[in-house]
């Protein structure tokens, strides 16, 4: 048996291919959009594609499966379960619980594990030649290492009202199937530590049934019988769903057009720039917080092209609009593939640095960074503090007086950002602070300083943290 994990480190991510050597066909879980790496991996193995799989409609990521299956000619067997409203709207094998197939001599076998989604799947998979006796569980986002599957993304995301209740208690009962499974079956999840598909998950890659049932808070509870507090603690201080999630679960579900290759992007002119300012594009800074904040252009939001590149993408940028990218040309590839993982398409092309503006008499704007020492004066002055980190984290300690504005929401809560007085934007370690910056900069706001050190350093130094 040929076995591959495939993780993407953007959205903390993980499909996986699995090949019979001897029948030369593999399948692969849960795909990501750009398939390249997965045609590629086979090819090396002398083995074809024939089955493509996923364990249910995703909202974090676009899924590569119909992209896969176009190039490949594979089969796409996806899940016929959770009911009316949770049909795949286009061709494939529907599965259900119980339903089992093979690739080569290996044995897949369906299980129904709904509470994350109402249609999630899980796939138990026996090597038939080496033992009777099943070896892996891929669980998708119904158990990851150390933690669950959350099941308030349909009513947060995709505004589906009274589903993230029912999803709780369907997760318990999906665990407590789970339990019944041996104990050193391994498990290998759809996510790991990073995604805003639970709240808790492990670093490490794979699990076993037996580790989890020890080391997993959700089996304490269902190991004592409280279903009420395995539903409490599972809802209570989950992560705010990025904004593109609803968008991924329309996207996963419906026909759409196919990207079956990377894009390569058009590199504009200083007067395609000019043009495309004058019109409102967004444009996307995807230098280090540090170089922007030495200059940037006037309106751009710096999202850093790091591994969160494409989450904080999909929080500011819709499915219809165009935009710009400024970006070292060697770094095009990888940013693409971020963006067209989560369907950000309509990339106009991109600037390779500032020059393009400035050598047409354009003047840079620039970042007003503040060290911890004028963040306390200005603060003793009466200024603004907003403190742009997530709900959870806020409410685990931040500095007296401080309001908590998310910076993923701050476009639609501008009202609560003061223009009379002065504002300190601040987060955990900058980066969303430089974010939040640049966003309200672009709104006309003229009376922001950046604290970007943030809360690291200030708890660093001993300052004091209010609950």
């Known amino acids: 048996m040929l076995f591959q994990h495939i993780y993407d480190k953007s959205l903390a991510q993980a499909s996986y291919l699995i090949g019979c050597q001897k029948a030369g066909v593999a399948a692969v879980i849960d795909p990501k959009r750009d398939v390249d790496t997965y045609i590629d991996i086979a090819a090396q193995n002398g083995m074809k594609i024939t089955h493509v799989m996923e364990t249910h409609i995703h909202a974090d990521f676009l899924s590569g499966a119909r992209e896969l299956a176009a190039l490949t000619g594979a089969k796409m067997y996806l899940s016929d379960?959770?009911?009316?409203?949770?049909?795949y709207e286009f061709p494939h094998e529907g599965v259900k619980d119980g339903d089992s197939f093979m690739v080569g001599n290996l044995k897949f076998e369906v299980m129904h594990t709904p509470g994350h989604t109402p249609e999630s799947i899980s796939f138990l998979l026996t090597d038939t030649p080496a033992s009777p006796e099943p070896v892996?569980?891929?669980?998708?986002?119904?158990?990851?290492?150390?933690?669950?599957?959350r099941p308030d993304l349909l009513e947060k995301a995709a505004g589906m009202k009274g589903t993230q209740d029912a999803g709780a208690h369907q997760m318990y009962k999906s665990i407590t199937k789970f339990s019944k499974?041996?104990?050193?079956?391994?498990v290998w999840p759809g996510h790991g530590a990073g995604s805003a598909c639970g709240k808790a998950l492990g670093a490490v890659p794979s699990s076993t049934v037996g580790y989890e049932k020890i080391r997993n808070w959700a089996f304490r509870f269902s190991q004592a019988n409280d279903e009420k507090g395995f539903v409490n603690f599972l809802l209570e201080d989950q992560p705010e769903p990025p904004k593109y999630f609803a968008m991924m679960k329309k996207l996963n579900k419906v026909n759409r057009?196919?990207?079956?290759e990377v894009p390569t992007l058009k590199k504009l002119s200083g007067l395609d720039l000019g043009e495309s300012m004058e019109r409102g594009i967004k444009i996307i800074d995807t230098r280090n917080k540090t170089e922007f904040a030495k200059g940037y252009l006037p309106g751009s939001i710096n999202i850093q092209g790091n591994n969160s590149f494409a989450t904080w993408a999909g929080w500011y940028l819709n499915y219809e609009e165009p935009f710009i990218l400024l970006a070292d040309p060697n770094q095009l590839d990888d940013l693409t593939r971020k963006l067209m993982r989560i369907g950000l398409d309509n990339v106009m092309g991109y600037i390779p640095s500032t020059e393009s503006?400035?050598?047409h008499g354009g003047k840079l704007e620039t970042v007003n960074n503040i060290n911890i020492d004028e963040l306390k004066k200005l603060k003793s002055e009466g200024a603004q503090l907003v403190d742009l980190r997530g709900a959870a984290e806020f409410k685990a300690g931040h500095i007296e007086g401080a309001e908590n504005v998310f910076v993923g929401t701050l476009l639609s809560n501008l009202d609560k950002i003061s223009k009379d007085k002065n504002v300190?934007?601040?987060?955990?370690?900058g980066d969303r602070a430089t974010i939040g910056y640049s966003l309200l900069a672009g709104k006309?706001?003229?009376?922001?300083?950046?604290?970007?050190?943030?809360m690291n350093e200030w708890i660093a130094q001993g300052n004091p943290i209010v609950y």
């Open 181 to 186: 499974l041996p104990d050193y079956i391994q």
């Open 136 to 149: 892996m569980f891929f669980t998708g986002d119904f158990v990851f290492v150390g933690d669950i599957g």
């Open 257 to 260: 057009p196919l990207l079956t």
């Open 81 to 87: 379960e959770g009911g009316e409203g949770w049909e």
């Open 444 to 454: 006309g706001f003229k009376n922001i300083s950046n604290y970007s050190p943030s």
């Open 424 to 429: 300190v934007v601040f987060c955990q370690g």
């Open 357 to 359: 503006y400035t050598s």
